[in-house]
Nanobody, 126 residues
Framework: QVHLVESGGGTVQTGDSLRLACEGS????????VGWFRQAPGKEREFVAR????????LIADAVKGRFTISSDNAKNTVYLQMNSLKPEDTALYFC???????????????????WGQGTRVTVSS
């Protein structure tokens, strides 16, 4: 069983930066693919980025490419999402999840991820 806790959200202005963290616990976390997703009010959960906790398999969604980066610290069992040049359209509740089946995945579908944390809210004002 993997337990995830997201942190780092907040209210910022357009152009500011935030770094989100997804800390995991559980025996298999360090071998899993972790995904960051976001959900704005009235919208479906949207893929943002994924990485394997050992640092490979990184992918950034086209919508945030060039502004967001994803990284992992295997020793800390933590995956980070660095968000720069934030825009109002980045406002959402951000979640991290681990791949549900197996340990390695190239999926961007939220249905293939689970053990969601409680989310961390990001609000970007114009």
């Amino acid at each position: 069983q993997v337990h995830l806790v997201e942190s780092g959200g907040g209210t910022v202005q357009t152009g500011d930066s935030l770094r989100l963290a997804c800390e995991g616990s559980g025996r298999t976390y360090s071998s899993r693919t972790v995904g960051w997703f976001r959900q704005a009010p009235g919208k479906e959960r949207e893929f943002v980025a994924r990485i394997s906790v050992n640092g490979d398999n990184a992918l950034i969604a086209d919508a945030v490419k060039g502004r967001f980066t994803i990284s992992s610290d295997n020793a800390k069992n933590t995956v980070y999402l660095q968000m720069n040049s934030l825009k109002p359209e980045d406002t959402a509740l951000y979640f991290c999840g681990v791949v549900r089946y197996g340990s390695y995945s190239t999926s961007t579908n939220p249905d293939d991820f689970g053990s969601w944390g409680q989310g961390t809210r990001v609000t970007v004002s114009s």
